[in-house]
Each structure stands twice: as structure tokens, then as C-alpha cells.
């Protein structure tokens, strides 16, 4: 982890974090990897706060993201995607339409990173109804998720 963000002990984290978000300490652009460091696990102290800043980069983001699709970290993916999911439109997810694509597909993922890629696909409609369901089908059949992950996706589909 990074020797800016966070610093000190978790129980120092959200109120460091707080500061970050009202601009008390401030941040740039370079600071996206770092900030992202901080959604490994979204329990983490400070970690919905630190999302919430984060969307106020708004494409600076992109670049960043990618880091962290490719990454092939499951839990720290599915923490991002679940974090901006509903946070951005079609535009800002197109650049980044082939790493969701890689995430979705894959079947093997237990901390449900796929099933956020498919929500982003679904509801950005970058990728097509029928793709979404192959997908979503095969991911059913391990049986491993609540029903309601797959509603979601479901719902943003149109079904």
C-alpha cells in the first residue's frame, strides 16, 4: 500500500478520509492509484468515502481502472466495479468495454466481479442482450450467487 493513502492506523482511516473527500487534504489526478489501493476490501475504514471522491475525477479514472480490471484481483475488481457501477453512463464505461467484457466472462470468479461487469454491459447496453445471457446462464449454474445479483442484471436487461 501506498505511504500516503491511507496512513497511520485503521482506526485513523476514516477520518483521514473524510478529509480527502471535503478537500481537507488534497488530491490530484496522480493520486487515483493510490485512492484506488484504498478499495481493495470495501469494509476497509474510510473505503465508501474514498469511492465517493473518486467519482469526482470523473474520465481520469479510466486510465486507472484498467490497472485495476487487469489486475486479476476478483475481491478488489468486484469492490470497483460495485463501487462506480451506477455512478457512470454509457460514455465513460465504453473505453473500458473489452476489460468488462474479459471480467464477465469469467466463470470461475467467487467474489462476483463478473456479475458487476455484466451489470455495467447490461445497463450501458455496450454489449448485446444475448451475449449478457450466455454469460449470465453460465454464471447460474454453479448456483453461488444470490438470486438477487442475477434480478439485477435481469432487470437491466429488460426481462
Known amino acids: 500500500m501506498s505511504m500516503l493513502f491511507p496512513t497511520g492506523a485503521k482506526s485513523e482511516w476514516t477520518a483521514q478520509a473524510r478529509a480527502i ?3 481537507e487534504i488534497e488530491t490530484s489526478a496522480s493520486h487515483i492509484p493510490e485512492l484506488l489501493e484504498w478499495l481493495r476490501d470495501i469494509n476497509w475504514p474510510g473505503a465508501p468515502e474514498i469511492a465517493g471522491h473518486l467519482c469526482s475525477f470523473g474520465d481520469e479514472l479510466i ?3 484498467k490497472i ?18 451506477d455512478k ?3 460514455q465513460f464505461w465504453e ?4 476489460d468488462l467484457r474479459r471480467v464477465a466472462e469469467n466463470e470461475k470468479d467467487d467474489e462476483g466481479a463478473n456479475l458487476e461487469a455484466l451489470f455495467i454491459l447490461a445497463t450501458t ?5 444475448s451475449w449478457i445471457q450466455e454469460k449470465l446462464g453460465k454464471i447460474k449454474q454453479r448456483n453461488f450467487f444470490d438470486p438477487d445479483d442475477y434480478e439485477k442484471i435481469e ?3 429488460g426481462e
Do not use: M, Q
Request: zero cysteines; charged letters at 20%; a neutral charge.
Open 21 to 23: 473527500a471535503f478537500g
Open 63 to 65: 486510465a486507472p481502472l
Open 68 to 85: 485495476v480490471l487487469r489486475a486479476n484481483d476478483d475481491i478488489w475488481t468486484h469492490w470497483v466495479l460495485a463501487s462506480f457501477s
Open 88 to 90: 457512470f453512463g454509457r
Open 95 to 98: 473505453p473500458l468495454r473489452d
Open 125 to 129: 447496453k455496450l454489449e448485446g442482450t
Open 155 to 157: 432487470a437491466a436487461l
